[in-house]
């Protein structure tokens, strides 16, 4: 069965990279990936997958299914860019439209691996006679509005049975640490606006209570565990400096290991913008946008991943991938380099500084390790056993959510970590199809996990997808 899937991807590998590389232009915001999104649906219809797109109230959510009865596996597609970091591949900065979004994250080979993954899977469970479901999900907005946590709250994981995940990194491995959990709040404070130099007695200032309330929370910072983070910007401070700003507006990332250690974190933020209204005698209220849950391991499914890398091996790079990963390497300082392989924690990172590419295929080395960003994966994670794992993607040295990853995402050195990904993947589910013992393993380690817990999804039902706040970001306003 691995080899009729590996046999599809490599017949296929042209249309596969073409169609990552129309994701990579089409650089689409999250929550307005239509082009994107319409793509990859129209791939798997064409492929025999049934199709229901805008799931959860999100027009570019889809979930696309083929087979019939147990085990459904699923696996993940994203394909949501970032803002600003439009890039042509070039090993120097060179935009190909000043100030569009850039796929900064690789996104464009995130949905690409899943899908091939997906149709390679199916071909395999054809020609084999195996029952079972195959699923993708289409998830929107990972970088900014945890498309996922609204698709797991509407009951879309409720019956999978395990879930795979790729994303393009700067090594291979399939991860065992965690994640940060966040919440996203915006907080909008009233006043009275007035003229600041004749009646500033008569006004009450908005941008005051802001600034005092950013105050209290970085004096917060010196008392909270050492894992949490809290960062946030000023969206709206006033129009003109001779009024007195009736309404001000931040936005809040309020972040921890714990999903319960976020809420107290976000209760305790609240009492300080509770304060602010006192100090500047204004009003404001507290917009929830989203959350998510921090990543629950699974080592099972890591083995049987990390197993399946080995068995496809890494690619070999081409004269012409070297040349373009040693370019971009010297637009990273040796020390800057040496920082980012410290992050990692990649056992042996000091043997990597004259290196280009990591070509190891890594044993994970991060249990109980949790890395200081946050994933809407984490929610999946807690519904189903969930592994998303990595493929050296990015020249070494350079971070994510750079112009250099735009450029790698675009090249052929993303487009060879894709094709491994989507091989490493379709044979990781056809293991978890037609091997129950491995299945189960995965299973049974979930449970230990959760020790008892229970997901409860950070938003209600009565919060809906900020579609509006999404469209004006993409300046799409009608």
């Known amino acids: 069965m691995k080899e009729d899937a590996w046999k599809w991807i490599l017949d296929n590998e042209s249309k596969i990279i073409e169609a990552s590389d129309k994701i990579w232009n089409f650089a689409e915001l999250g929550l307005v990936e239509h082009k994107s999104s319409q793509l990859l649906a129209h791939l798997l219809e064409e492929n025999g997958f049934k199709v229901q797109m805008g799931v959860a109230d999100m027009p570019t959510a889809f979930v696309a299914s083929w087979g019939s009865g147990g085990p459904i596996i699923g696996l993940q597609g994203e394909y949501d860019a970032l803002p600003g970091l439009s890039q042509k591949v070039s090993t120097k900065r060179e935009p190909l439209i000043e100030g569009a979004p850039g796929h900064g994250c690789g996104h464009n080979i995130h949905g690409m691996t899943a899908l091939s993954a997906a149709i390679a899977v199916k071909v395999a469970l054809e020609n084999s006679g195996v029952k079972g479901t195959i699923r993708f999900y289409g998830t929107p907005a990972e970088e900014n509005y945890s498309g996922k946590m ?125 304060g602010a209204d006192l100090m500047a005698r204004t009003t404001h209220e507290m917009e929830f946008i989203e959350g998510c849950y921090n990543v629950l391991p699974n080592k099972a499914l890591s083995d049987i991943v990390t197993a399946n890398m080995r068995e496809v091996g890494v690619p070999e790079y081409s004269a012409e991938d070297m040349k373009f990963a040693e370019g971009l390497s010297e637009t990273v300082s040796k020390e800057d380099k040496i920082e980012e392989l410290r992050l990692g924690k990649r056992p042996g990172w000091q043997d990597l500084l004259e290196t280009h590419i990591d070509t190891d295929i890594m044993d994970p080395w991060d249990e109980d390790f949790v890395w200081p960003g946050s994933t809407d994966v984490g929610d999946v994670s807690w519904v189903a056993p969930t592994m998303e794992f990595t493929t050296a993607t990015y020249v070494l040295g350079t971070g994510a959510h750079s112009w250099q990853v735009v450029a790698c995402s675009g090249a052929g050195i993303g487009h060879k970590s894709l094709l491994f990904a989507a091989k490493t993947m379709a044979g990781s589910a056809i293991d978890l199809l037609t091997k129950p013992d491995l299945l189960k393993r995965t299973q049974d380690e979930f449970e230990t996990r959760k020790a008892g817990r229970k997901y409860v999804s950070p938003v209600g039902k009565d919060i809906k997808p900020p579609l509006e706040i999404a469209r004006k970001a993409a300046g799409l306003e009608e």
Do not use: C
């Open 150 to 274: 609204f698709m797991v709250r509407d009951g879309y994981y409720d019956d999978v049975d395990a879930v795979i995940s790729h994303h393009p990194g700067s090594h291979n491995y399939a991860g065992i640490g965690s994640s940060l959990a966040v919440n996203s709040v915006k907080f909008h404070f009233h006043g009275v606006s007035s003229h600041a130099a004749y009646t500033p007695f008569l006004g009450k200032s908005a941008l005051d209570a802001l600034e005092l309330m950013n105050t209290g929370v970085n004096f917060m910072r010196e008392h909270i565990i050492q894992e949490a983070r809290i960062h946030y910007v000023i969206e709206d401070g006033g129009m003109q400096p001779n009024v007195v700003p009736p309404y001000a507006r931040s936005w809040y990332y309020i972040r921890a290991p714990e999903r319960e250690q976020v809420l107290q974190l976000s209760e305790w933020i609240g009492k300080i913008a509770d």
